[in-house]
């Protein structure tokens, strides 16, 4: 792992590297809190589609999780996203297309539908999930930094990335899933065969109304979690609408499962 740059901003290190998983470099950004000089409890936080490792919504629960719970936090660019976008233009038509949808009219029973730039990210959930396990690896070699106390936060691609690296790593204690069905995604039968594994704490989020997938969908995918302690929040509204006081929830859940 190789650290590009440092900054230090209200009690929160931000600190971004680079490290090779696969042959491919991917880029990250580690938070801790400034004045740590051991491991803490740690979450992985996997962005959105279309998203990257310091997307607003990643950028506002590291910084909370830092401070609030003292704990650190890690993001790394997903396959063809961020730093790693092979073809901008394709990114962008496809930013500018899930944009429209999820600020669109809301409603559970319309049909899912793909783009072809979200089906070829799809397709690299196993790559994903290798990208994850390989930044685990360097930080337990970096040292001082990682512990038992590893927990997991994506919702929507997050989920659909996180899910089979969740339910293949022993190292993970406990994960935050959601805004993610069976249907309407390629790898339905290996989603759901990863959710029957999963053995951790799960807390799973569903918008009623989301526009990129059915209510039912997100029923069934929670239905197969394995999980003997899984819970469900569900919220009305669409796929963008769930409420930032959620976040009060997943910290408890992290603070239940991995301590402070």
């Known amino acids: 792992m190789q650290v590009t740059n440092e900054v230090i901003d209200k009690g929160v290190t931000e600190r971004r590297f680079e490290l090779e998983a696969s042959g491919e470099v991917v880029p990250g950004i ?50 063809l996203h961020g730093e790693r976008v092979a073809d901008e233009a394709a990114a962008q038509a496809a930013r500018d297309d899930l944009a429209r949808r999820v600020t669109g009219p809301a409603g559970h029973d319309s049909a899912p539908r793909v783009s072809s730039q979200a089906q070829r990210a799809f397709a690299e959930a196993g790559r994903a999930a290798a990208d994850w396990a390989a930044t685990l690896d360097h930080l337990e070699d970096a040292g001082g930094i990682l512990d038992e106390r590893v927990g997991y936060w994506g919702l929507s691609m997050g989920t659909m990335f996180g899910l089979p690296f969740v339910a293949s790593e022993p190292r993970v204690r406990a994960a935050v899933l959601g805004l993610a069905g069976v249907a309407g995604v390629p790898g339905a039968e290996d989603r759901v065969a990863a959710a029957r594994s999963l053995s951790v704490p799960v807390l799973f989020v569903v918008q009623w109304d989301d526009q990129l997938m059915t209510r039912q969908s997100c029923l069934d995918l929670f239905d197969a979690i394995g999980s003997a302690d899984k819970a469900m929040h569900v919220f009305p509204g669409g796929h963008i609408d769930t409420p930032l006081y959620e976040r009060d929830a997943y910290e408890a859940f992290f603070e239940r499962h991995l301590g402070r």
Do not use: C, M
């Open 30 to 79: 580690l938070w801790r809190p400034e004045h740590a000089d051991g491991p803490t409890p740690l979450v992985l936080l996997g962005h959105g589609g279309t998203q990257d490792k310091r997307a607003v919504n990643i950028l506002g629960l590291a910084r909370r999780f830092v401070r609030h719970l003292g704990y650190s936090a890690v993001a790394i660019d997903a396959p």
